[in-house]
């Protein structure tokens, strides 16, 4: 199974029971203050997985590893293509 089909499924069964609750198909007696929080609750988790999306890249922007050593390898590649092209004669402006 798919992380996608994994999310879809969840998202499928929330909706689910969350229509069912908002219809009063599944018989649940609320208070007035609990309804309300039920009737807003998609728009809470959205809520609640942007701020976890927005920590999440920005612990891994933070915690991101410098790669000296294939950074220098790149420069040097970079410098035998040019040569190479150089002697093909290629002229760089």
Known sequence: MTKLLQWLTVLFLFLAVWL????????????????????????YLLMAFACYS?????????????????????????KEAKKD???KGFVFT
Do not use: M, W
Request: glycine fraction near 4%.
């Open 54 to 78: 927005l920590a999440v890249i920005g612990y891994r922007v933070t915690t991101f590893n410098d790669c000296v050593q294939a950074a220098d390898e790149l420069k040097q590649e970079i």
């Open 20 to 43: 069912g609750l908002v219809t009063n198909h599944i018989p649940v007696v609320f208070s007035d203050a609990a309804k309300e929080v039920v009737y807003f609750l998609p728009i």
């Open 85 to 87: 092209l150089t002697r």
